[in-house]
């Protein structure tokens, strides 16, 4: 079984610009869940969609959005970049939900310069 | 209080003995724990999950959960240096929550 597909793995951005992250979950898995992993802060959950629902959202500014779609793929969005938004960002999927075992994906690379 | 709390490490020990990785959580609603182990460069990997009270054995992994201390630990048998890796455990507290991580070396 395929696992979890980040697109695209690297990213340089420059700030005030806005950027999509894209994530394809497992077959079967209709829950996807985005982290930011940075080395001070470490993995901190962004939000999470079932079924294109978003039913939990971390602290995380207006900036980072998110949906879902029917077949389960789901895209992040970023707008107006900061230097702080430097980050791997990963996807994560499960088959019912975050209550559940999640598989993580490779997650892109964001530089904002 | 951070919600989960791991000792940062590193953790040295050597090959073939077992290494103990501990974990507390603030959150005594949390219902569902999960162990990853993410090498240097690459994501986290899921390697135990565990929801009730005791131990759960896969392999050399051993997971253990104690709900009234709100403790959950991670024993790693025959440690072998593929097993160098941050662990994070996780806690389900409503949405999925990470430790810091422990940074564990095995010395050949």
């Known amino acids: 079984k395929a696992g979890v597909t980040q697109t695209p793995r690297y990213l340089i951005k420059t700030r005030g610009q806005q950027v999509t992250l894209s994530c394809s979950p497992i077959?079967?898995?209709?829950?996807v869940s985005w982290y930011q992993q940075t080395p001070g802060q470490g993995l901190q959950f962004l939000f999470e969609?079932?079924?294109?629902?978003?039913?939990n959202k971390g602290n995380f500014p207006g900036r980072f959005s998110g949906r879902q779609f029917s077949n389960s793929r789901s895209e992040m969005n970023v707008s107006t970049l900061e230097l702080g938004d430097s980050a791997l960002y990963l996807c994560?999927?499960?088959?019912?939900?975050?209550?559940?075992?999640?598989?993580f994906g490779p997650g892109t690379r964001l530089t904002v310069t | 209080q951070k919600e989960v709390e791991q000792n940062s490490g590193p953790l040295s020990v050597p090959e073939g003995a077992i290494a103990s990785l501990n974990c507390t959580y603030s959150?005594?609603?949390?219902?569902?724990f999960f162990w990853y182990r993410q090498y240097s460069g690459k994501s986290p990997e899921l390697i135990m999950s565990?929801?009730?009270?005791g131990d759960k054995e896969d392999g050399r992994f051993t997971a253990q959960l104690n709900k009234a201390s709100q403790y959950v630990s991670l024993l790693i048998r025959d440690s072998q240096p593929s097993d160098s890796a941050t662990y994070l455990c996780?806690?389900?507290?409503?949405?999925?929550?990470f430790g810091q991580g422990t940074e564990l070396s095995v010395k050949p």
């Open positions: 994560a999927s499960s088959k019912l939900g975050h209550t559940y075992e999640q598989y």
């Open positions: 959150d005594r609603g949390s219902q569902s």
């Open positions: 565990i929801y009730s009270n």
């Open positions: 077959s079967g898995h209709r829950s």
């Open positions: 996780a806690v389900n507290g409503g949405k999925l929550i």
């Open positions: 969609y079932f079924s294109e629902t978003q039913r």
